[in-house]
């Protein structure tokens, strides 16, 4: 009976990080979408959903303590429990960069851009692709799809170094106009590669949890 109630409690502890998953991407994917048609309600919708996001942490992390706790998990249910926790925490904070997506649209309001909104798309897409790959990998345990998953953070971190330089010339070349706005379109683009880091950290945990091997991708 024990274990019968230590499984069902590992499942339900699955099912909120599902459920964490889906609103975490949803917030990646909107705060994109409320940059792009510069849609002030949509960034301040998003903002005030990642209170979900934190009040899902906050039950996975205090029933993981918990079940470590008082049923004295072994093994695998052990090292699940601890990498679920961990998930937790990732997922978390790709729901607070979201936020601050959000944040700068709000900030930057209704100005036109100054550069055109072409890799900062292009890194929301890889992060939406590594999503889906994502969840699948965690409902299947597959590691080895986890791991593939991680390496598509690499084509974040390219496009970031491409809008960094970008942002950095066309500032260069009016300070006065363009400073203010580049640093928000430079910080838009360095939550997006953190989420794609987070994302890969997510993958690690997940590989730990199925193989018990803690391995560093990238």
């Given at each position: 009976?024990a274990?019968?109630?230590?499984?069902?409690?590992?499942?339900?502890?699955?099912?909120?990080?599902n459920?964490?998953?889906?609103?975490c991407?949803?917030?990646?994917?909107?705060s994109?979408?409320?940059?792009?048609?510069?849609?002030?309600?949509?960034?301040k919708?998003?903002?005030?959903?990642?209170?979900d996001?934190?009040?899902?942490?906050?039950?996975?992390?205090?029933?993981?303590?918990?079940?470590?706790?008082?049923?004295?998990?072994?093994?695998?249910?052990?090292?699940e429990?601890?990498a679920l926790?961990?998930?937790?925490?990732?997922?978390?904070?790709?729901?607070?960069?979201?936020?601050?997506?959000a944040?700068?649209?709000?900030?930057?309001?209704?100005?036109?851009?100054?550069?055109?909104?072409?890799?900062?798309?292009?890194?929301?897409?890889?992060?939406?692709?590594?999503?889906?790959?994502?969840?699948?990998?965690?409902?299947?345990?597959d590691?080895?799809?986890?791991?593939?998953?991680?390496?598509?953070?690499?084509?974040?971190?390219?496009?970031?170094y491409?809008?960094?330089?970008?942002?950095?010339?066309?500032?260069?070349?009016?300070?006065?106009q363009?400073?203010?706005?580049?640093?928000?379109?430079?910080?838009?683009?360095?939550?997006?590669?953190?989420?794609?880091?987070?994302?890969?950290?997510?993958?690690?945990?997940?590989?730990?949890?199925?193989?018990?091997?803690?391995?560093e991708?990238?």
């Open positions: 009976m274990s019968t109630n230590l499984e069902m409690s590992i499942k339900t502890l699955r099912e909120y990080i459920r964490m998953m889906d609103k991407e949803r917030a990646v994917e909107l994109v979408n409320s940059m792009i048609n510069k849609d002030m309600d949509l960034a919708r998003v903002i005030d959903d990642d209170d996001i934190d009040i899902l942490r906050e039950y996975i992390r205090d029933r993981s303590i918990e079940l470590m706790a008082l049923k004295q998990p072994m093994a695998k249910d052990l090292r429990i601890y926790s961990d998930i937790s925490a990732e997922l978390e904070r790709i729901g607070d960069y979201a936020e601050n997506i944040s700068e649209v709000v900030s930057i309001g209704g100005e036109d851009y100054i550069k055109q909104l072409i890799d900062i798309p292009k890194m929301t897409n890889y992060c939406l692709e590594m999503f889906k790959n994502l969840k699948s990998a965690f409902i299947n345990q590691a080895d799809l986890a791991y593939k998953t991680a390496l598509i953070d690499n084509e974040i971190d390219i496009l970031y491409k809008v960094r330089e970008d942002c950095l010339k066309v500032m260069h070349e009016n300070p006065e363009n400073i203010n706005q580049g640093v928000k379109l430079l910080f838009v683009a360095r939550y997006l590669e953190r989420i794609g880091d987070h994302i890969t950290n997510v993958c690690e945990k997940i590989i730990y949890a199925r193989n018990g091997k803690m391995i991708i990238g």
